[in-house]
Structures are given as C-alpha cells and as structure tokens.
C-alpha cells in the first residue's frame, strides 16, 4: 500500500513537471505573440499554482517553471537553452550563427553553429535512446567540422561506447541547484567534406554564389540543368576551400547572436527556435510583463 501511495506520488510530480515543459512552446509563443493570448499559462497557473503569490507577472512565472524543470524534468528545451548559455560563453563573437534544428538531407541537427568553422551538436536527454545517433552522426560529419554530442552526465558510460572518437562530448549535470555544461571530450575536426550533402543544406542563391566565386560564372547549361552542373563545379573544389565558401554564405544569413545575448536566459532557445524580430520581442515582452490573471483576480478580490 505504502509503495502504491508512492508511485501515485512520483506520478503526479512527473505530470506537473511535463505540463510546466509544456510553457516552453512554439504554439504557446507564437499565440501570445499573435494574439496577446496567455490563456495556456493561465490555466498550468491555475491548476498547480494558484496559491502562489511570490510570481505576480507571466515573466516571473515562467522563470518559476524553468527552475522546475531544469532541476525535476530536464527535457530537450532546457538542454537547448543551456546549450546556448555555453555556446555564448565559450565560443561565440559578433559574426557566430546559431540555428535551431538544422535541416540536413535525412538528419535534423539539434543544434548548428557557424563562426569561422562549423559546430553541430545533437542532443541526448534522460528520455532519448541511442537508436538513431550513429546514423546521425554519420550525416553531420559530412558537411561539419566539429561534431558533438550532448547528454546528461550520469549516462556518459551507457552512450560513450556508441560515440566514436573523434566525436565531441558535452555533460551537462547539475551543481548546486545550477545547470552546468562540460565539455568532457574535445571534437577531432573533419576533414571530410561532401559537397552533395552541403548543397542540400543551401539556398539556391548561396550555392551559385559559391561557383561564381571559384570560376567566376555560373555553367554555361539550362536552368533545370544548373542544380547538377553546379554540384559537379562543388565537388571539383578542395576540401578547405570548399568548406570555407560554404562559410562565408551560411554566415550571411540572419545574425541573431546580439539578440540571444540579451534575451532572458529562460527564453533564448524559444527566442532562436521562433525566428524573432526585435518588434516581435517587443510584443512578446509586454504581454509577459502583464499580471497573471488569476493573480490579478486575487488583488481585485481583495479590495
């Protein structure tokens, strides 16, 4: 009877752990930001914290609920936004690129980075398996210099077989009630470029760019020949040279490092995964800075 009473407990503490991760959404975001609706918020308020008076706004609530679940539930979003606290940290400057899932041919990198060379970090949490890692891994060591993994550190000997060597590996544990990220194995750089797989990680425009720049025009073909004659010009160019045009576009794209740097640490990951404006931010800031609602009940009731 006791251990039944104890299952129901950690039950009910998992349930509300999952339903706080649940704030940390796209949908959630985007519908706060489109339509200044915080209904989802309230009702996770409502139903596990409706005695608290210490959170008054959407803002401090949601940092309550981070602090949960980086410490009860750590699920891929608290990873991420670690992920990028260390990033920040340890290798970024004005010119780095992070992106959020980026798209390869089958494989969909947790997280990318571009400043001079390219990183592609997957992550693994409590709740993932190693089913797909070496297939993953595989993909990223096409088309990126350094490659890691990042897992919890009390599963380092159940996934370090499976990491081949000249993969990077990052811990994350926990000191103190605080997240931290190590990097327990430095990433041995590739060298082993394929220029199929990298143009299938670029715009038209970015990989023309690339032949114009090395032969000075595009292929003499027609347009529904261009995609073939071009991955044929990609793959005649050394390994180095290529990989640093494929640089130099990547890099061309949206700089978001400035915005991350002053995003809330709670939110950066949401901030990256959304695409956000500063307009957009600027919304999204004055909705969170408003009083929760039932708090706002709470006052009114008592006046």
């Known amino acids: 009877m006791k251990m039944m009473k ?19 959404s796209r949908s959630l975001f985007t519908d706060i930001i489109k339509y200044g609706d915080c209904s989802r918020l309230d009702a996770i308020h409502d139903r596990y914290d409706g005695k608290r008076k210490k959170e008054k706004t959407y803002f401090s609530y949601l940092k309550y609920l981070y602090r949960q679940i980086s410490i009860n539930y750590r699920c891929e979003y608290v990873y991420k936004n670690e992920l990028i606290e260390l990033l920040i940290k340890k290798y970024a400057h004005s010119n780095t690129v992070i992106f959020n899932e980026f798209r390869m041919q089958k494989s969909i990198v947790d997280l990318a980075m571009f400043n001079g060379n390219s990183r592609a970090f997957e992550i693994k949490t409590e709740y993932d398996t190693t089913r797909r890692l070496i297939g993953q891994l595989v993909d990223y060591t096409r088309v990126f210099q350094l490659c890691y993994v990042v897992i919890p550190a009390n599963m380092l000997e159940t996934y370090e077989k499976d ?11 926990e000191s103190g009630g605080v ?45 529904y020949e261009m995609y073939e004659a071009c991955e044929e010009k990609l793959y005649d160019m050394p390994p180095d040279k290529l990989h640093q045009y494929f640089l130099k576009e990547i890099e061309k794209r949206k700089n978001n490092m400035c915005l991350l740097k002053k995003a809330p640490r709670e939110l950066r990951q949401m901030y990256l995964q959304l695409g956000l404006s500063k307009g957009q931010i600027d919304i999204l800031q004055t909705y969170l800075n408003n009083p929760i609602k039932s708090q706002l009940k709470l006052c009114i009731s008592h006046i």
């Open 6 to 24: 104890q299952d129901v407990q950690t039950y009910n503490i998992m349930d509300r752990m999952r339903s706080y991760s649940s704030a940390f």
């Open 179 to 223: 997240l931290e990220l190590d990097e327990a194995r430095p990433a041995v750089e590739n060298k082993n470029i394929d220029a199929g797989m990298m143009m299938k990680c670029l715009r038209t425009k970015e990989y023309e760019n690339m032949v114009i720049e090395e032969f000075g025009k595009l292929p003499d073909v027609p347009y």
């Open 163 to 173: 990491i081949p060597p000249y993969i990077g590996i990052v811990l994350m544990r």
